[in-house]
């Protein structure tokens, strides 16, 4: 039944990408599926992009374990959207094309700005994959007995061969069908759990602290005061610096559509992330936490996996598993195809060929890259396999949050801003999320060296302050730019991050054609 339940998920996403293969022949539809998604439809994959494999493990897991932070974090995810709402969404959408680094260039013209957010891409989307990978493998290793290094590769495989044939147009209708298969699997666990407690929610969580103690609604022993704060700010800002999500903007035609998708995402998550505290807690009350602590992994990862089953026998841990096996193959296609892109467009078609590459050497640069980042990803993963998935998307969330989301504001928001001040300040975040991570409890427990379990809380702050150093530092650079053509004056970009208008002048002249139309 597992077996034949994955097959029927492989079988539906490769016809969705050989259908987009026939489609997706340029590097417009390659990246962005030629701007003719929906904002229905964009906002449906959208929450697939954000709910990723660290949802339905890991937040399940982390709450099944006795500690409530997994609802925490989920909850600053969702704060993430309404910023992005507010001021990240309709501006980016209407300076950008491709990539994050098309919306910056559009004021900085310049290839160190390229090149900083493409290696910026880079450094998240990996560590985003790696977490994808580590659940994908415990899922196909609790089912199918096949060996989790095996599952693994088998994961880089399929989605390779996803970003390679369909682009981003196949990687959207995938997203689409696993956000909707991906609800249809919560409301089932939920009503199944309620069932257990005469359908009161309350009485999940009294049962849970009777049983589980206090400590079950508090952040674990190292997560608490500036730590919590560090991890809360990360998420809360870092969704609006992720490549993959911020690319979605660029796949609507319009900036209606843009908000349009937000709100429809922010209810589906929403609604998922409501589910989680009492599924999870679900998993401890009835799996038990003596068996979790068995199966489960060191990290709770398989938690909700083994609650469906105590619940609906070997159909619902087979549905479950597959819709957990999609929900991962459609987050990790997202992100190759955000880290190839930043590569082929950015890196090498922008800065190594100066903007001449043919829409064929795009298109190839775009696919080996592919290729690389997953084989990359790969390796990593094994190295990591009994991490909390949700502790493991931490990581590229506070690199966004300090690398990308203050060069991204300031350019929207600052007219003294210049090219200085945002490659400096890109590369000043990028370092210290990175370094302070590395030093920190995350990746040397007891030993580290940096006391926050989350460097967000220093981090961040570096990135902006590196943006406002590099550019007073610069002195006069950004008139100069300006009078070399190499900087688009502040007012033109307020304006067109406002109304879309790439030209007033051609504006105008088609407003007479729009009247005599109507």
């Not at 841990?317 to 819709?323: E, I, N, T």
Request: charged share 10%.
């Amino acid at each position: 039944m597992t077996i034949a339940t994955f097959v029927v998920i492989i079988a539906i996403t490769l016809g969705i990408t050989a259908w987009a293969s026939r489609r997706s022949k340029d590097t417009d539809h390659h990246y962005v599926a030629g701007g003719e998604i929906k904002g229905w439809q964009n906002g449906l994959a959208l929450a697939g992009d954000f709910m990723s494999a660290a949802t339905i493990l890991g937040i399940g897991g982390l709450t099944a374990l006795g500690s409530f932070t997994g609802f925490y974090i989920a909850a600053g995810g969702l704060a993430a959207f309404l910023v992005m709402l507010l001021l990240v969404a309709e501006p980016l959408r209407n300076l950008g094309k491709y990539t994050l680094a098309d919306a910056l260039t559009s004021r900085f013209n310049a290839k160190g700005v390229r090149s900083a957010a493409a290696i910026s891409t880079i450094a998240i989307c990996i560590p985003y994959m790696i977490a994808q990978l580590v659940g994908a493998g415990a899922v196909i290793e609790l089912l199918t007995g096949v060996d989790y290094a095996v599952a693994v590769i088998i994961i880089g495989i399929l989605m390779a061969v996803y970003i390679t044939a369909g682009g981003m147009l196949a990687t959207t209708y995938i997203q689409v069908v696993k956000a909707v298969l991906l609800i249809v699997a919560i409301f089932v666990l939920l009503v199944l759990v309620l069932a257990r407690f005469s359908f009161n929610p309350l009485a999940v969580l009294d049962e849970a602290g009777a049983q589980l103690g206090g400590g079950a609604f508090t952040p674990p022993h190292g997560l608490e005061g500036l730590s919590w704060v560090s991890v809360a700010l990360a998420y809360m800002f870092g969704a609006s610096g992720l490549p993959h999500i911020l690319i979605r903007f660029f796949t609507v035609p319009d900036a209606k559509a843009a908000r349009a998708s937000i709100a429809v995402s922010i209810w589906v998550i929403a609604l998922v992330l409501a589910a989680m505290p009492i599924i999870g807690y679900g998993a401890a009350l009835l799996v038990g936490q003596q068996t979790l602590a068995a199966e489960a992994s060191e990290g709770g990862n398989l938690a909700v996996p083994l609650l469906a089953e105590v619940l609906g026998g070997p159909f619902l841990l087979a549905f479950v598993a597959a819709v957990t096996f999609a929900t991962i193959l459609a987050v990790v296609a997202g992100l190759v195809i955000a880290a190839s892109g930043a590569f082929a467009h950015d890196f090498y078609n922008n800065v190594i060929r100066n903007g001449e590459a043919s829409d064929g050497e795009q298109l190839n640069a775009a696919r080996i890259m592919a290729v690389v980042v997953s084989v990359l990803s790969i390796v990593l993963s094994l190295a990591v396999q009994n991490v909390n998935i949700a502790i493991l998307v931490a990581v590229p969330l506070v690199i966004a949050a300090s690398a990308n989301v203050p060069v991204i504001l300031l350019t929207l928001y600052w007219k003294r801003f210049n090219t200085t001040g945002a490659i400096v300040g890109m590369l000043t975040g990028l370092v210290a999320s990175v370094g302070l991570t590395l030093v920190g409890p995350t990746a040397m427990g007891e030993n580290a060296l940096f006391p926050l379990a989350g460097p967000g809380l220093v981090s961040m702050p570096l990135g902006f302050l590196g943006c406002y150093l590099g550019t007073v530092l610069s002195g006069t650079r950004a008139r100069e730019e300006r009078e070399r053509g190499t900087q688009v004056p502040y007012e033109e970009i307020h304006v067109r991050s406002n109304t879309g208008y790439r030209s007033i002048g051609e504006e105008l002249e088609r407003e007479p054609t729009s009247r005599s139309r109507a």
